[in-house]
């Protein structure tokens, strides 16, 4: 094949045999270089480069398919070749690409484990730069009813207020709840914030009669369930006892 960074002419003027659409609509996706899928979704290079070697540029700046999920728009903006249209199809692509591997939660999924949990909301949040705190409502059977961003941002336990999550399960006369966020750092072990939060929201429902079954932390490939390590509050085990 042509060697990519050599040739300044576009793609058009490459043997069909060579320009990236015509291989994946020929031999498939696996025949294709990262540099080549992404040529496909920008389609225009600029003046002096084809669309694959701003792809090339482009993921030698970032570090690679797993950088350029982590960039912002105004970063991707900021190599030549790639404006805000551009920047727009390539987070798009890479959202639905993370939404294809979630195993879907939909109304009435059974959760039976946290890792049930971790294989829908990973590939949804691990590449995240910011906080999400998100609630999983469920019936008496453990089966999904509804699940819905709490807040987005650093997580205090004023941005995040029991008042708010537990409105939101008393109108969907859920049974119980799933907490669950993610550390952008990629470490889902527990901050003393986490802990504290984890057991206000716990002591909460005990009042309201709503059970608190889990707490995950989401990380890059790992995270941590307070249900499982049994960090779950003192006050949660008294009140299902009773």
Not at 19 to 47: F, M, N, Q, V, W
Not at 91 to 103: D, H, P, T, V
Not at 220 to 229: K, L, T
Request: aromatic share 4%; charged share 25%; glycine share 8%.
């Amino acid at each position: 094949m042509t060697d990519a960074k050599s040739p300044r002419k576009g793609i058009a003027h490459w043997p069909k045999t060579e320009r990236p659409r015509e291989r994946l609509l020929a031999k498939g996706s696996e025949t294709l270089s990262d540099a080549h899928l992404l040529a496909i979704l920008l389609r225009t290079g600029r003046r002096d480069s084809s669309a694959v070697q701003v792809a090339i540029e482009l993921l030698d700046r970032l570090g690679g398919v797993g950088g350029l999920a982590m960039c912002g728009i105004e970063e991707l903006c900021a190599i030549p070749g790639v404006g805000p249209a551009k920047a727009a199809q390539l987070k798009a692509a890479l959202a639905l690409g993370r939404r294809s591997l979630a195993i879907p939660l939909s109304t009435g999924t059974r959760i039976s484990s946290s890792a049930d949990l971790f294989k829908h909301f990973h590939p949804v949040l691990r590449d995240v730069k910011h906080e999400l705190f998100k609630v999983v409502l469920l019936d008496a059977k453990n089966t999904v009813l509804k699940e819905s961003t709490v807040s987005e941002g650093s997580l205090t336990l004023s941005i995040v207020h029991p008042r708010e999550v537990f409105a939101l399960a008393i109108r969907e006369s859920a049974a119980a709840v799933i907490f669950l966020h993610n550390h952008p750092s990629g470490d889902p072990t527990p901050s003393q914030e986490d802990r504290r939060l984890t057991d206000r929201l716990v002591k909460a429902g005990n009042l309201l009669g709503i059970r608190v079954l889990d707490h995950l932390i989401i990380g890059d490939g790992r995270y941590v369930s307070f249900s499982d390590e049994g960090w779950l509050s003192r006050q949660h085990m008294d009140h299902e006892d009773c």
